[in-house]
Nanobody, 120 residues
């Protein structure tokens, strides 16, 4: 079983930066991808950035050029560097891991989320 714990969220002013971290514990047979998702007030949970096992990275259009996702080689930590934050970035940010706990089945695992509030 895998546990994901996010940290680094907080209250910042527009234009400032935050670095979110996700600590991965437990065991996983094979990790397919990890990513950051966010859910703002009255919105669904949307993809912010993902990085797959082949190294491919995808960003939501709204964060391109401002956010950067990274991980360690062992898939034990995931980070999201958020620069030039805007009030529209206000949301709870969730760490996601898609992986195989065994050879036959895969699941999406989620952390509890870390809130980010960007004031004008």
């Amino acid at each position: 079983q895998v546990q994901l714990v996010e940290s680094g969220g907080g209250l910042v002013q527009a234009g400032e930066s935050l670095r979110l971290s996700c600590a991965v514990s437990g065991s996983m047979f094979r990790t397919v991808a990890m990513g950051w998702y966010r859910q703002g007030p009255g919105n669904e949970r949307d993809m912010v950035a993902t990085i797959n096992a082949g190294g491919g990275i995808n960003y939501a259009d709204s964060v391109k050029g401002r956010f950067s996702i990274s991980r360690d080689n062992a898939w034990k930590s995931l980070h999201l560097q958020m620069n030039s934050l805007k009030p529209e970035d206000t949301a709870v940010y969730y760490c996601n891991l898609r992986g195989y706990p065994n050879m036959n089945e895969w699941y999406d695992y989620w952390g509890q989320g870390t809130p980010v509030t960007v004031s004008s």
